[in-house]
């Protein structure tokens, strides 16, 4: 990348929690063997041997990670991964494939840098390797929580939990899943359409939400907040 680009890009990296430990300096060496990369909304990705020889950073956009079950035609959205995210981090810290699929939600940019060279710079910028790890850590946990839930909490709970989740609380409204697809909605708590359509209209009727098409809008965030609790299971 060129010294105009990789400046422009250096405030975004800058931005990103992986890299708070790193100075300018060597934040621009690692924008100098970096390369912007623009994927189309619903692409496929990760699925080539070219591409899994490549470490990525979000920059815009949203893709989700999953697993599919092709004899149910169901899939699990295991991760959403957003602005500031990492992609192929496993092949950074250890050779492997995933089995996960991953599909971008909205159009996405990325910053790629071949692995061998993101395995060089890190070797020369040790905290970010331990960034690194609390990143993956903290994955784990989510993914965790995801089984947990799936287990042990009924689909209702699990509905709440996840608006919850990606709602901003200082101002009530839902982001990054307002305007998914119900199929979208039912992948992220692990269950069918028709579950999931029986849920919301719950919700609408008691005054939880208001649903207009695609988008969703809590009316009243303390009863939601009420629903995702596990005192109601």
């Keep these: ?12 990296i800058r931005n990103n929690s992986l890299f708070s430990d790193i100075n300018d300096e060597s934040l621009l060496e690692l924008l100098a063997i970096a390369n912007p990369c623009d994927w189309p909304e619903r692409t496929c990705i990760l699925q080539t041997d070219q591409e899994l020889r490549k470490f990525y950073i979000i920059t815009i956009g949203v893709v989700k990670a999953y697993d599919y079950d092709s004899k149910n035609d169901r899939e699990l959205i295991l991760s959403l991964l957003t602005e500031n995210d990492a992609l192929n981090v496993c092949s950074l810290i250890s050779e492997g494939s995933t ?18 060279k993101m395995q060089e710079w890190t070797s020369k910028n040790p905290l970010f390797f331990k960034q690194i790890l609390a990143y993956v850590l903290k994955k784990m946990e989510h ?19 996840l608006l919850l989740h990606y709602t901003n609380k200082s101002t009530n409204k839902i982001e990054t899943i307002d305007g998914f697809t119900h199929n979208q909605l039912a992948g992220l708590i692990g269950t069918t359409r028709a579950v999931l359509n029986r849920h919301l209209q719950e919700f609408k009727e008691e005054g939880i939400l208001d649903i207009k098409r ?14 995702a609790s596990p005192l109601n299971m």
């Design 214 to 227: 695609k988008h969703l809008e809590i009316i009243d965030y303390p009863l939601l907040h009420k629903k």
């Design 143 to 161: 993914l965790e929580d995801i089984v947990s839930d799936i287990c042990l909490k009924d689909t209702s709970t699990r509905l709440a939990k």
């Design 1 to 12: 990348m060129d010294a105009i680009r990789s400046t422009a890009y250096l405030k975004k």
């Design 99 to 116: 089995s996960l699929y991953y599909e971008t939600l909205t159009p996405t940019e990325v910053l790629y840098i071949p692995l061998n």
